[in-house]
């Protein structure tokens, strides 16, 4: 039988169309049908480049006895969290409060009135590890349910209610000063690891956010030892499995301490994140390696994941077929000794197992090793190496290749565009700065209505139906802002301030300054949802005070850069505390306590070469969250030029902040100097 999910936009529950069991999408009917069958609602949550989602699918979901068991006896619900972010997080906080742990898959059972009272992550098919089966699961719920109904429903009720009263404090009006992000730093450094770089043991994700303050940090006060944990770590992971030595690009994790074993799936936001940090330490630094990990992470966005329609596809797949027809985790990226000689030949297979890390033994699982760049004294024959990585990487094209979720998420879509729109200016890559164009066309196209409320999703062109929620619209607001700064086309300054006018007016708690992650217009869950921690990309509460700064300082507007620092008094109440946990919101603070730097270019057109590298210039100072303007003397594309003449009859470069303003300068060396911009 084909289920209610075959007419979905979500890659993920399409991939539960054909399963046996009748599965629901979270709607009203659904709701509606359980309190008509009087029986619990079954919600699974996952996403399509989940392994345990796959895992629990082909053991439970596909089995024909589970099916019926959960057919007669449940409402059951499948959810993308990818498309329903505030679904997912409302449980979530649910699970994580229960069992204190949380995770992918979510299994939560409901009552009709969409209450939780019984959690899980993945159910194995039959018990092991002390965890029951999951059909022990589903019978013991629809026991309780039948027999025991008081008791359920006053769980139930409890949840709900500690739910609805974990209101956040949000740590009053008061801006993180430079006491807090002093403290911000030393806790990391606390926890940060000498021997490997990142924080904290396994698994070890990229911290891209904190990397962002610490070289925030670092241009602001010239403390090395922020520039050293940023430089390290970047090293380490460039260096490490988490990387694609062949193709670019990261993986979501590691699994170890040393950055070896990925967990393989290839998420956009991650990518989209890191792309930005690599180009943002080659700005501070001149790395080398950061400059070739940027220019790589990006050609695998536009290469990889970039749609038809020009926007971004969320995510690839960790498993894949490892050519016996079985699905693989790593299968795609990973090599044998004897693998390399079929390709290389001995000769040049022996020297990619000393420059790759290949062993006979392995670093991964059945004999087969992750390529890294272990650090040798050995000197390798570039031309060479650039030989064998190109047979590598065409051996592998021929490998069944993992899935691709197609779907377009719009906040991650916009991280993108950022870090494409950057990359593509500071290294000369007007075909970057294009893709990023295209993909912001797609988003104001496609995603934008007539109110310019954002759509979370689309598919194929298609607009999903779910709405936006906080990080959508700061996210995006933020990827236009960076395209307003390198384009020189202030309508995506306009599009930015459409979007963030929508924070203002329907996220926004005007008494306490919080942030909500729902529109106050949103569909009403158990409790309304909001969190100012960044986990994987930066919460929406986070990136939406950047974008209110950030457009702040482009237009001069009170209200927003009011909102800005309202928002950031969590980060005053976090930062000193858990620092790993709010690194965007730290580089927001530290782009307040900067200013931010106001630039305004005033030239004589875009192909006039003095006028461009004062504009780069500008784009390549490292001053935290400063914004460009550029345009011709006289235009009225961005508030900033207003009143800002050629001196001279020659491009000049107006640099303010805190309501003062420098002398304008002509020369690139000066700007330079002002900006924090190195030589």
Same mark, same amino acid.
């Given at each position: 039988?084909?289920?209610?999910?075959?007419?979905?936009?979500?890659?993920?529950?399409?991939?539960?169309?054909?399963?046996?069991?009748?599965?629901?999408?979270?709607?009203?009917?659904?709701?509606?049908?359980?309190?008509?069958?009087?029986?619990?609602?079954?919600?699974?949550?996952?996403?399509?480049?989940?392994?345990?989602?796959?895992?629990?699918?082909?053991?439970?979901?596909?089995?024909?006895?589970?099916?019926?068991?959960?057919?007669?006896?449940?409402?059951?619900?499948?959810?993308?969290?990818?498309?329903?972010?505030?679904?997912?997080?409302?449980?979530?906080?649910?699970?994580?409060?229960?069992?204190?742990?949380?995770?992918?898959?979510?299994?939560?059972?409901?009552?009709?009135?969409?209450?939780?009272?019984?959690?899980?992550?993945?159910?194995?098919?039959?018990?092991?590890?002390?965890?029951?089966?999951?059909?022990?699961?589903?019978?013991?719920?629809?026991?309780?349910?039948?027999?025991?109904?008081?008791?359920?429903?006053?769980?139930?009720?409890?949840?709900?209610?500690?739910?609805?009263?974990?209101?956040?404090?949000?740590?009053?009006?008061?801006?993180?000063?430079?006491?807090?992000?002093?403290?911000?730093?030393?806790?990391?450094?606390?926890?940060?690891?000498?021997?490997?770089?990142?924080?904290?043991?396994?698994?070890?994700?990229?911290?891209?956010?904190?990397?962002?303050?610490?070289?925030?940090?670092?241009?602001?006060?010239?403390?090395?030892?922020?520039?050293?944990?940023?430089?390290?770590?970047?090293?380490?992971?460039?260096?490490?499995?988490?990387?694609?030595?062949?193709?670019?690009?990261?993986?979501?994790?590691?699994?170890?301490?040393?950055?070896?074993?990925?967990?393989?799936?290839?998420?956009?936001?991650?990518?989209?994140?890191?792309?930005?940090?690599?180009?943002?330490?080659?700005?501070?630094?001149?790395?080398?390696?950061?400059?070739?990990?940027?220019?790589?992470?990006?050609?695998?966005?536009?290469?990889?994941?970039?749609?038809?329609?020009?926007?971004?596809?969320?995510?690839?797949?960790?498993?894949?077929?490892?050519?016996?027809?079985?699905?693989?985790?790593?299968?795609?990226?990973?090599?044998?000794?004897?693998?390399?000689?079929?390709?290389?030949?001995d000769d040049d297979a022996d020297l990619a197992a000393r420059y790759f890390g290949v062993t006979e033994e392995?670093?991964?699982?059945?004999?087969?090793?992750?390529?890294?760049?272990?650090?040798?004294?050995?000197?390798?024959?570039?031309?060479?190496?650039?030989?064998?990585?190109?047979?590598?990487?065409?051996?592998?094209?021929?490998?069944?290749?993992?899935?691709?979720?197609?779907?377009?998420?719009?906040?991650?879509?916009?991280? %993108?565009?950022? !870090? *494409?729109?950057?990359?593509? @200016?500071?290294? =000369?890559?007007?075909?970057?700065?294009? &893709? +990023?164009?295209? /993909?912001?066309?797609?988003?104001?196209?496609?995603?934008?209505?007539?109110?310019?409320?954002?759509?979370?999703?689309?598919?194929?062109?298609?607009?999903?139906?779910?709405?936006?929620?906080?990080?959508?619209?700061?996210?995006?607001?933020?990827?236009?802002?960076?395209?307003?700064?390198?384009?020189?086309?202030?309508?995506?300054?306009?599009?930015?301030?459409?979007?963030?006018?929508?924070?203002?007016?329907?996220?926004?708690?005007?008494?306490?300054?919080?942030?909500?992650?729902?529109?106050?217009?949103?569909?009403?869950?158990?409790?309304?949802?909001?969190?100012?921690?960044?986990?994987?990309?930066?919460?929406?509460?986070?990136? %939406?005070?950047? !974008? *209110?700064?950030?457009?702040? @300082?482009?237009? =001069?507007?009170?209200?927003?850069?009011? &909102? +800005?620092?309202? /928002?950031?008094?969590?980060?005053?109440?976090?930062?000193?505390?858990?620092?790993?946990?709010?690194?965007?919101?730290?580089?927001?603070?530290?782009?307040?306590?900067?200013?931010?730097?106001?630039?305004?270019?005033?030239?004589?057109?875009?192909?006039?070469?003095?006028?461009?590298?004062?504009?780069?210039?500008?784009?390549?100072?490292?001053?935290?969250?400063?914004?460009?303007?550029?345009?011709?003397?006289?235009?009225?594309?961005?508030?900033?030029?207003?009143?800002?003449?050629?001196?001279?009859?020659?491009?000049?470069?107006?640099?303010?902040?805190?309501?003062?303003?420098?002398?304008?300068?002509?020369?690139?060396?000066?700007?330079?100097?002002?900006?924090?911009?190195?030589?």
């Open positions: 039988m084909a289920n209610r999910l075959a007419q979905a936009t979500s890659p993920y529950l399409l991939q539960h169309a054909d399963n046996p069991v009748d599965w629901w999408t979270w709607s009203e009917e659904a709701f509606a049908e359980a309190r008509r069958r009087d029986v619990p609602v079954l919600l699974s949550v996952g996403y399509s480049s989940c392994h345990w989602c796959h895992v629990m699918a082909h053991e439970s979901f596909e089995d024909q006895a589970t099916a019926d068991e959960m057919n007669a006896h449940f409402v059951n619900v499948k959810v993308d969290r990818e498309e329903r972010p505030d679904v997912d997080a409302v449980y979530m906080e649910a699970v994580q409060a229960a069992t204190g742990q949380g995770g992918w898959p979510m299994t939560v059972f409901l009552t009709p009135d969409a209450e939780p009272f019984y959690f899980g992550t993945y159910f194995p098919p039959a018990p092991r590890h002390g965890m029951p089966s999951f059909r022990q699961v589903l019978q013991g719920v629809r026991q309780a349910w039948q027999e025991r109904r008081d008791e359920v429903g006053e769980v139930a009720g409890k949840i709900t209610r500690d739910l609805a009263g974990r209101e956040l404090s949000v740590g009053g009006d008061e801006l993180p000063g430079e006491q807090e992000l002093a403290q911000a730093l030393l806790g990391l450094t606390r926890e940060y690891d000498p021997q490997r770089g990142g924080f904290g043991g396994a698994p070890k994700f990229p911290p891209s956010m904190v990397i962002e303050f610490l070289l925030r940090h670092h241009a602001r006060t010239g403390a090395e030892g922020a520039l050293q944990m940023a430089a390290d770590t970047c090293e380490r992971m460039a260096r490490g499995g988490i990387y694609d030595q062949l193709g670019g690009g990261f993986a979501r994790y590691s699994v170890d301490r040393d950055w070896v074993v990925p967990h393989f799936e290839k998420m956009l936001y991650d990518n989209a994140l890191l792309c930005r940090v690599y180009a943002h330490l080659w700005r501070t630094t001149g790395s080398e390696l950061a400059r070739r990990v940027a220019l790589e992470t990006a050609d695998f966005m536009v290469r990889e994941l970039r749609t038809p329609e020009g926007g971004f596809a969320s995510a690839l797949d960790a498993d894949s077929d490892d050519g016996s027809g079985r699905q693989v985790e790593g299968a795609y990226y990973v090599w044998t000794p004897e693998q390399l000689r079929e390709v290389l030949g392995g670093t991964f699982e059945e004999g087969a090793s992750v390529l890294q760049l272990p650090q040798r004294d050995e000197v390798f024959d570039a031309a060479r190496i650039d030989g064998v990585r190109e047979r590598l990487l065409a051996a592998r094209a021929r490998r069944p290749a993992p899935g691709r979720d197609d779907k377009v998420v719009a906040a991650w879509n916009g991280l %993108a565009i950022a !870090a *494409l729109a950057e990359t593509g @200016a500071y290294f =000369g890559r007007p075909d970057l700065v294009e &893709a +990023a164009v295209a /993909a912001g066309d797609l988003l104001v196209r496609v995603h934008l209505d007539e109110q310019a409320r954002i759509a979370r999703t689309s598919k194929d062109g298609q607009v999903g139906a779910n709405a936006g929620v906080l990080e959508d619209y700061a996210d995006v607001a933020e990827g236009f802002l960076a395209l307003a700064s390198v384009t020189g086309e202030g309508v995506w300054l306009d599009f930015a301030g459409l979007l963030v006018d929508h924070v203002l007016a329907r996220f926004l708690d005007v008494e306490s300054g919080a942030l909500y992650d729902t529109a106050s217009d949103a569909e009403r869950l158990i409790r309304r949802p909001q969190d100012p921690t960044d986990n994987a990309a930066p919460s929406g509460w986070t990136a %939406a005070a950047g !974008a *209110l700064l950030g457009y702040a @300082a482009h237009t =001069g507007s009170e209200p927003h850069r009011t &909102a +800005a620092e309202r /928002a950031l008094g969590v980060v005053k109440a976090l930062g000193p505390r858990v620092p790993r946990f709010i690194g965007w919101g730290l580089a927001v603070a530290e782009a307040v306590l900067d200013g931010p730097r106001e630039v305004a270019v005033a030239g004589r057109g875009a192909d006039d070469p003095a006028t461009a590298e004062l504009h780069r210039t500008a784009l390549l100072g490292t001053a935290p969250g400063a914004v460009v303007a550029v345009g011709t003397e006289g235009s009225d594309e961005f508030p900033l030029l207003a009143d800002r003449p050629l001196v001279d009859g020659a491009p000049a470069a107006y640099v303010c902040r805190n309501f003062t303003c420098d002398a304008p300068t002509t020369d690139p060396g000066r700007l330079r100097t002002a900006l924090g911009g190195r030589a």
